[in-house]
């Protein structure tokens, strides 16, 4: 080895020792005849000191570094007089002896510091560089040490690791495939799995009653915060068990890591909500539930005062923000712009202050009596320095907006620390969702979701009323993971598959293989996903999973540092029987 100890192992009790290091030049300082480098690696920093008046040729060495030369240094560890607290090494010194340039390195196109001077696009053009800061490294470290925890957990529970296909046949449900042309195949294209669904089905089928994957997963699909091209996900199925089994098991799993990994313990079994419940209290199928400010109906309320806006909306609700009523009139419009906003929807906001007094002044004093006021605010159990805010409008994309303004509230007043974590379930999904423009059901989840058991009969009836047995574990207002009880009987898959519009053709094309599984007993099984990436996210702290990612895509899916993707050469094209026309403006 070149080194004998890391940038970060020596302390107090090494010192006397000789040492020898190998790293990075983090930065250098000039201070008389005294010449400070300090030395990075991925353990951490380590101060070297040159001494002008010991050795003036190796001082002039080291005061001609550059920040990232790759340098060799040999020296005593000493006490240091000027004690860093900030680092772990900050208690000691090399003295160096021998200095050794392994390799030079350009000036770096931004500082590698913790808060670096690097924009997101020069940082992702720079990756290797950007992964140098501690920053991204502690995250990667993080990453590595869920994805180890969870083998060890799911192990030790029985669990098999079965690595499955990325070249796999094109399923259409659901978000758009990445395809890739088979030259052996003319004509004929893989699709990149966009989970490993199909296969973990067929392991339960052949035995492996309890399997999980930690899989690369690829869904063409806009980028946002949370989303990448490619993603990662801990994938576990199990046979012989319901819904019950699976949370427990994962519950479990969860709690587990937040105990290894953040050192919280849950004790109590983490809450459960309906679908249903959700959607009415929070406006969204993933509530961030560590503050309350939960949605109140108005719709009867309001009505017959001759306010067009409330009479005419399919919904209206509001939310209760405590102790807001000071809102300036400056406030109040910088809420009705956020509200406005198209990632927003709404069209305007309403708001009531309760005032000392028990008196209230609002937007729609003109509609509404102090006594009509009155009653609106104790559906709110508003108390007096409180602010009800009032969105009204067509009932989803309300209940969306409110979802959104509650959320800015509830950042505006520091209820949603980072450090705090609020994990619940989400269950009894709907199994299908109908779409106005196609005219037909979607899955909500996937084809291969059960119907829960005592709402079967409606399938024939009332689609739209079924149930799924499906759950997802949400934390912060995150979706962590999600699964379902799949269905295991051919009869229900065919009849499932006709609910969703497919031909027997069509559906034979497709899953044509799992139906044909299905024939030679099929267990009852189910399982989830958690998506790796939003999990590391979510403990570090991040807004957006990129930085717990070593090489991710931009906001438009790009690769910048491999400048990919990119067009092929015409005769690779050739090669696939590929003809390029021009995209439709």
């Known amino acids: 080895m070149l080194r004998t100890h890391t940038c970060g192992e020596l302390r107090l009790a090494d010192a006397g020792k000789q040492a020898t290091l190998a790293g ?62 900030n680092l772990e090494t900050g208690d000691i010194e090399i003295l160096v002896s021998g200095l050794e340039v392994l390799n030079e390195s350009k000036t770096p196109p931004f500082t590698i510091e913790d808060n670096t001077d690097g924009g997101d696009d020069l940082r992702m053009k720079y990756r290797y560089l950007d992964l140098r800061r501690k920053a991204v490294r502690d995250n990667l470290m993080l990453r590595h040490r869920m994805a180890f925890e969870t083998r060890r957990y799911l192990d030790q529970l029985g669990f098999l690791e079965v690595e499955t296909p990325i070249l796999v046949g094109s399923t259409p449900e659901g978000a758009r495939d990445f395809v890739v042309p088979s030259r052996m195949n003319p004509g004929e294209f893989y699709a990149l799995p966009q989970s490993p669904q199909l296969f973990k089905q067929l392991l339960m089928v052949s035995g492996f009653d309890r399997y999980f ?132 929807g709404a069209k305007g906001l309403v708001y009531i202050r309760c005032e000392a007094g028990g008196t209230f002044k609002s937007s729609i004093d003109k509609f509404y009596s102090q006594d009509d006021l009155r009653a609106i605010a104790a559906l709110f159990q508003a108390e007096p320095g409180d602010l009800i805010l009032i969105l009204s409008g067509p009932m989803r994309k309300t209940q969306k907006a409110l979802c959104e303004l509650r959320l800015e509230m509830g950042g505006r007043l520091g209820l949603r620390p980072h450090d705090v974590y609020a994990p619940l379930w989400v269950i009894d999904f709907p199994l299908l969702e109908w779409d106005d423009e196609t005219q037909r059901f979607y899955a909500m989840h996937h084809p291969f ?34 699964g379902s009880i799949r269905i295991h009987e051919r009869e229900l ?25 299905f024939q030679y007993g099929a267990p009852p099984h189910g399982g989830l996903a958690f998506g790796l990436d939003r999990f590391v996210s979510l403990f570090a702290g991040l807004d957006s999973i990129r930085d717990c990612i070593a090489f991710p895509k931009n906001n438009s899916g790009r690769d910048v540092m491999f400048d990919a993707p990119s067009p092929l050469a015409q005769s690779q094209l050739d090669e696939l029987n590929i003809a390029l026309v021009e995209p439709k403006k």
């Open 449 to 482: 979701t059960s119907p829960n058991p005592d709402d079967i009969p409606l399938l024939d009836t009332d689609p739209g009323a079924v149930r799924a047995t499906a759950y997802d574990m949400v934390v912060n207002g995150i979706e962590l993971g999600g």
């Open 493 to 517: 898959q065919q009849r499932m598959f006709k609910l969703l519009g497919f031909t027997p053709e069509q559906a034979e094309a497709q899953f044509g293989f799992l139906m044909s599984a």
């Open 24 to 85: 990075w030049v983090q930065r250098s300082r000039k201070m008389g005849g005294m010449t400070f480098v300090d030395i990075r690696d991925r353990y951490g920093i380590t101060q070297l000191v040159f001494n002008h008046e010991a050795d003036a040729a190796l001082c002039d060495q080291a005061n001609a570094l550059g920040r990232e030369y790759v340098i060799r240094a040999t020296g005593t560890v000493a006490e240091r007089s000027n004690k860093n607290p």
């Open 213 to 344: 994957q930690i899989a690369k997963c690829f869904r063409d699909e806009d980028l946002r915060a949370d989303r990448q091209p490619e993603f990662t996900q801990i994938d576990c199925e199990m046979s012989f068990v319901e819904q019950e089994d699976v949370l427990q098991i994962f519950e479990g799993m969860v709690k587990h890591l937040f105990k290894f990994v953040k050192g919280i313990d849950f004790t109590d079994p983490f809450p459960r909500m309906t679908w249903a419940d959700a959607m009415k209290y929070y406006g969204s199928d993933k509530p961030d539930i560590r503050f309350d400010m939960r949605f109140v109906e108005l719709k009867e309320a309001v009505g017959g005062h001759n306010f067009g806006v409330f009479d005419a909306a399919d919904y209206v609700g509001g939310i209760c923000a405590k102790g807001c009523a000071t809102y300036t009139r400056k406030q109040l419009d910088e809420l009705t712009d956020f509200v406005k906003r198209p990632q927003v």
